[in-house]
C-alpha cells in the first residue's frame, strides 16, 4: 500500500510557477557569489542605513580577507567565527572565508562569556572576527583559553559617515574602541594586497557553515551546513517568492541565525540582489528604512512584525513595497496576521524550518493564505518545498507513519537537510531514522496536504524563534550557592511565543529572593535564555526515580498564565 506522503497531494497547492523539483547545486556558494559579482559588479550588495556597497566592493574586500587568513596560515577547513550584528563586515568575513574554503562560524552577539567560550573551544575556531564592544565586554577575557589564534575587531560605525550614531537608534550607544595588540579589519584589509593564490577550490559538499543549535543533552551542537545545503534552499527562496533584479531582501532577522543566513545572506548572494542591514533589530528604523529602500521581501520572527506594527506612529509607514512577506522560528497566532495585513496591506506568509534543515522545508506558498486548523487552532505553516520528502511518524515508533488527519513527529529529507553534527557521531545518528531527520516537532497533516505544528515533542523552549533547553537555565541556576533544586519550563507570551519560567528550592529559607536569582540568571545568559520569572518552592516535584516533574510544573505555570 503506497504512502499518503509519497503521493504528495501538497504540490497541488504549489504556484504555477514553482517546479516539483529543483536541480541540485553543482557549484559551492563561493562560486555562486562571484557569478553574481560578474553579472552586476555596480549593483547594491549591501545597504546599510542609508549608505551602500557595490558588489565589487564587497567583492574585493572578501578578497583581501582570503588573503589575510591565508598569510595568518588559515587552511581549507578551519574554522572562522563571526561575531557581529548585521554589519557589512558580517558578509566581507563570510564570503572571504568561503574563498580560503574556511567555515564560518555565526556567533550570536547575545552570548556571554561562559557561553562563547563553548563555541569557540567546541568548534576550534582558529580566527575571531569581533565587533569592538563584544570584544571589550566579553570575548577578551574569553579568548586567552580557547584555540583562537587571530582576533580581528570592527566598528559598527565603519561604512558610515562622521557622527552617523546620534541619528540612528541602533547605534545610539557606538563609540569606536582600539585594543592594544588587535588590529582593526577594515584597516588591516586595506593594507593588503590581495592574491589570487589565496582562493581555495571549494566543492558543494564541503562544509560552508558550522550553525550551533541546542540539541537533546542540552549542550548546544555544531550543525554543518555544506555549500550545497545552502545554495539549495537559497534557491528555494528565490524560486518560491521570484526574487528577480528588482526585487531586495530586508535583513530583519539576525544574520547569526539560520533564517539570516539563507533568507537574507545566501538568498541576496545567490540573486545577487541588494541586503537592506542596520545593525540590530529596531521597529523605528525598520519602519525607516523599508520607507526610504523599498524592500520586496523579508522573514523574519512574528516578534519583529508585531514591533514594527505597535511601533508608535506606525500607522502612517507605507510598507507597500515589502509584498513578498514571509515569517519563521515561532508560531504565528492566526490574529496578528489578520491586524497586520489590515494595517499595512500585506499578508504574513508562514514558514517551518530549523537549524539542521537550513531554514524552510515548508513555505506557505506566495499569494496564498494559510488555513487554521479547527480542532488546535493553529495556523498551517504551509506545504513542503521542492525535493522535501515529509512524512509524520509515530512518536513512540519513527518506523510507523500516521496517517491524514493525526497527530505525528514532523520527519524530513532531502537536499536540505545538514551533514550531520559536529564531531557528534552519536548525536547525528540518534537524530535519523531510516534516511529522515526527526524534527522533535509534532504535527498534523491535512487532506490538502497543509501541514500545521500542534506540539513539541522536545522540552525546548521556544522564545521569538530562539531556542533555549531548559537544562542550560537550570545549570546556571544551580551556579547560585543558595540554589538547592531548579527547573525551568516555557510558558505561553503574548509577544515572545513562549517565555521562561523557573522553579527554584532553596538550600536555606530567605536565601535569595526570586528578584536576586533573576538578576544572577541576567548577568550570565543572553537575553532571551534567562527567566523572567521564578517561583520559590520548598521541594520541587518528582518521580519515584527522582526525575522532575516538568511537564506537571509546566502545565500548572500555563494554566496560571
Not at 531582501?249 to 548572494?269: N, R
Not at 520586496?296 to 509584498?323: H, K, Q, R, W, Y
Not at 490574529?335 to 499595512?344: D, G, L, R
Request: aromatic share 10%.
Amino acid at each position: 500500500m503506497s504512502s499518503v506522503y509519497e503521493s504528495k497531494p501538497w504540490l497541488e497547492r504549489y504556484a504555477d510557477h514553482v517546479p516539483k523539483e529543483l536541480p541540485l547545486p553543482e557549484r559551492s556558494m563561493a562560486d555562486l557569489f562571484e557569478e553574481s559579482v560578474e553579472r552586476a559588479p555596480n549593483r547594491d550588495a549591501v545597504r546599510y542605513f542609508d549608505q551602500s556597497l557595490s558588489y565589487g566592493e564587497l567583492n574585493g574586500l572578501a578578497d583581501r580577507f582570503a588573503t589575510l587568513l591565508s598569510d595568518r596560515g588559515v587552511e581549507k577547513g578551519d574554522r572562522v567565527a563571526v561575531y557581529t550584528q548585521n554589519n557589512p563586515q558580517f558578509l566581507i568575513a563570510q564570503y572571504g572565508a568561503w574563498k580560503r574554503g574556511a567555515i564560518v562560524l555565526p556567533v550570536n552577539p547575545m552570548l556571554k562569556e561562559k557561553e562563547l567560550d563553548y563555541h569557540l573551544n567546541d568548534s576550534g575556531a582558529k580566527v575571531l572576527v569581533c565587533l569592538e564592544s563584544l570584544y571589550e565586554s566579553v570575548a577578551r577575557e574569553t579568548v586567552p583559553d580557547t584555540a583562537v589564534e587571530h582576533v580581528l575587531t570592527t566598528s559598527e560605525l565603519d561604512f558610515l559617515p562622521e557622527g552617523a550614531e546620534e541619528d540612528l537608534a541602533p547605534l545610539a550607544d557606538a563609540s569606536r574602541r582600539r585594543f592594544e595588540g588587535v588590529p582593526d579589519l577594515l584597516e588591516t584589509l586595506r593594507a593588503t594586497e590581495p592574491d589570487p593564490g589565496a582562493r581555495e577550490s571549494v566543492s558543494p559538499e564541503d562544509t560552508a557553515y558550522l550553525v550551533y543549535t541546542s540539541g537533546t543533552t542540552g549542550q548546544p551542537k555544531g550543525t554543518m551546513e555544506t555549500h550545497s545545503n545552502v545554495a539549495f534552499n537559497s534557491e528555494v527562496y528565490r524560486t518560491w517568492m521570484r526574487i528577480g533584479d528588482d526585487d531586495s531582501v530586508f535583513g530583519a532577522a539576525p544574520l547569526f541565525h539560520i533564517t539570516g543566513l539563507i533568507g537574507h545572506v545566501g538568498l541576496a548572494g545567490l540573486a545577487g540582489v541588494p541586503l537592506v542591514l542596520f545593525h540590530r533589530f529596531d521597529p523605528e528604523e525598520a519602519l525607516r528604512l523599508v520607507e526610504k529602500w523599498q524592500p520586496t521581501m523579508t522573514i523574519a520572527s512574528i516578534t519583529a512584525f508585531m514591533a514594527m506594527m505597535n511601533t508608535p506612529g506606525s500607522e502612517n509607514s507605507d510598507l507597500s513595497s515589502l509584498v513578498k512577506c514571509y515569517s519563521g522560528g515561532a508560531p504565528i497566532p492566526p490574529s496578528v496576521a489578520e491586524q497586520f495585513e489590515e494595517k499595512f496591506g500585506m499578508y504574513i506568509h508562514n514558514a517551518y524550518g530549523l537549524t539542521e534543515s537550513n531554514s524552510p522545508t515548508h513555505f506557505v506558498p506566495w499569494g496564498a493564505h494559510a488555513p487554521v486548523d479547527e480542532e488546535s487552532g493553529a495556523l498551517s505553516v504551509g506545504v513542503p518545498v521542492p525535493n522535501c520528502e515529509t512524512r509524520l511518524v509515530d512518536v513512540e515508533d519513527p518506523s510507523e507513519e500516521v496517517p491524514v488527519g493525526e497527530s505525528g513527529e514532523f520527519a524530513a529529507r532531502g537536499p536540505m537537510i545538514f551533514a550531520g553534527y559536529w564531531n557528534k557521531p552519536e548525536e547525528t545518528e540518534e537524530a535519523f531514522h531510516d534516511g529522515y531527520f526527526l524534527t522533535g516537532d509534532v504535527a498534523v497533516m491535512d487532506e490538502d496536504g497543509w501541514f500545521y505544528i500542534v506540539d513539541r515533542k522536545k522540552d525546548m523552549i521556544n522564545v521569538s524563534g530562539y531556542k533555549v533547553w531548559p537544562r542550560e537555565v537550570e545549570d546556571t541556576l544551580y551556579e547560585h550557592p543558595q540554589v538547592m533544586e531548579a527547573a525551568a519550563v516555557g510558558v505561553p507570551d503574548e509577544y515572545r511565543g513562549e517565555t521562561v519560567h523557573a522553579f527554584v528550592a532553596l538550600k536555606e529559607e530567605d536565601g535569595a529572593t526570586e528578584e536576586e536569582l533573576i538578576a544572577f540568571c541576567k548577568e550570565r545568559m543572553a537575553d532571551y535564555k534567562y527567566p523572567r520569572k521564578i517561583k520559590l518552592l520548598d521541594e520541587l516535584p518528582k518521580t519515584a526515580t527522582g526525575k522532575f516533574l516538568r511537564r506537571e510544573l509546566r502545565d500548572e505555570e500555563r494554566a496560571e498564565a
